[in-house]
C-alpha cells in the first residue's frame, strides 16, 4: 500500500508510474501491492491481506512502502536482503533515511521534478507532495538504474 503524508483526495494507495517499474526490468517478489492492481510490479505479489513484511523475501525485490512511520521498517528489511530498490520521498534529513538509506544502500537516484503516482484502478493522479528517490541495494540494481534512461541523478554510495 502506498501512502502520503497528505492529500487532497484522501486516498491511501498511490501506484509507482509503470514506466518507471519497466525500465528497471523484472522484478521476483513485490511485498507491498494493493489488493487490486492495474498492472504487474514483479513475479509474486503480496498485498496487505498476505502481510508481505512477514513473508520471506527471495531474488529482486521491488519496494514502494506504505508511506509513514512504517516506511523505513520495510527498508531496514529490504537492507538486510541485499537485493532489491524501493521508491520512497526523498527526505534526506530524516532519521530513518540516515540509518536505512545513507548508511545501508548501493545507490540513490534522485527523480528530476516529482512523480505523478497512479490510482488504484490505473489513472494518473496530481504531483506528488515531496520530490522521490529510488533507492538500491546490491550492485545490480545500480546497473538496473544505470540503464533504465530515467530522468534524475545517480549518487553511487558504495564503491562499483
Same mark, same amino acid.
Request: a neutral charge.
Given at each position: 500500500?502506498?501512502?502520503? #503524508?497528505?492529500? /487532497? @483526495? #484522501?486516498?491511501?494507495?498511490?501506484?509507482?508510474?509503470?514506466?518507471?517499474? +519497466?525500465?528497471?526490468?523484472?522484478? !521476483?517478489?513485490?511485498?507491498?501491492?494493493?489488493?487490486?492492481?492495474? %498492472? !504487474?510490479?514483479? =513475479?509474486?505479489?503480496?498485498? =496487505?491481506?498476505?502481510?508481505?513484511? /512477514? +513473508?520471506?523475501?527471495?531474488?529482486?525485490? %521491488?519496494?514502494?512502502?506504505?508511506?509513514?512511520? *512504517?516506511?523505513?521498517? %520495510?527498508?531496514?528489511?529490504?537492507?538486510?536482503?541485499? $537485493?532489491?530498490? /524501493?521508491?520512497?520521498? &526523498?527526505?534526506?534529513?530524516?532519521?530513518?533515511?540516515?540509518?536505512?538509506? %545513507?548508511?545501508?544502500? !548501493?545507490?540513490?537516484?534522485?527523480?528530476?521534478?516529482?512523480?505523478?503516482?497512479?490510482?488504484? !484502478?490505473? /489513472? *494518473?493522479? *496530481?504531483?506528488?507532495? &515531496?520530490?522521490?528517490?529510488?533507492? &538500491?541495494?546490491?550492485?545490480? $540494481?545500480?546497473?538496473?538504474? +544505470?540503464?533504465?534512461?530515467? #530522468?534524475?541523478?545517480?549518487?553511487?554510495? @558504495?564503491?562499483?
Amino acid at each position: 500500500m502506498k501512502t502520503f #503524508n497528505t492529500n /487532497t @483526495k #484522501n486516498n491511501d494507495e498511490w501506484l509507482t508510474p509503470p514506466e518507471i517499474i +519497466k525500465s528497471l526490468g523484472e522484478f !521476483d517478489i513485490d511485498p507491498c501491492t494493493p489488493i487490486n492492481r492495474p %498492472w !504487474d510490479t514483479a =513475479k509474486i505479489h503480496y498485498n =496487505k491481506n498476505d502481510d508481505g513484511f /512477514t +513473508k520471506e523475501w527471495h531474488g529482486r525485490v %521491488w519496494c514502494n512502502p506504505p508511506y509513514g512511520r *512504517q516506511t523505513f521498517e %520495510w527498508i531496514n528489511k529490504l537492507a538486510a536482503h541485499g $537485493n532489491g530498490m /524501493t521508491l520512497i520521498f &526523498a527526505r534526506t534529513e530524516t532519521l530513518g533515511f540516515h540509518q536505512e538509506v %545513507w548508511d545501508k544502500a !548501493d545507490a540513490i537516484f534522485f527523480f528530476k521534478g516529482r512523480l505523478k503516482f497512479h490510482y488504484v !484502478d490505473g /489513472t *494518473q493522479g *496530481q504531483c506528488a507532495n &515531496a520530490p522521490s528517490c529510488l533507492v &538500491a541495494y546490491g550492485k545490480n $540494481n545500480i546497473e538496473a538504474i +544505470k540503464n533504465a534512461n530515467l #530522468n534524475g541523478k545517480l549518487i553511487i554510495l @558504495k564503491g562499483e
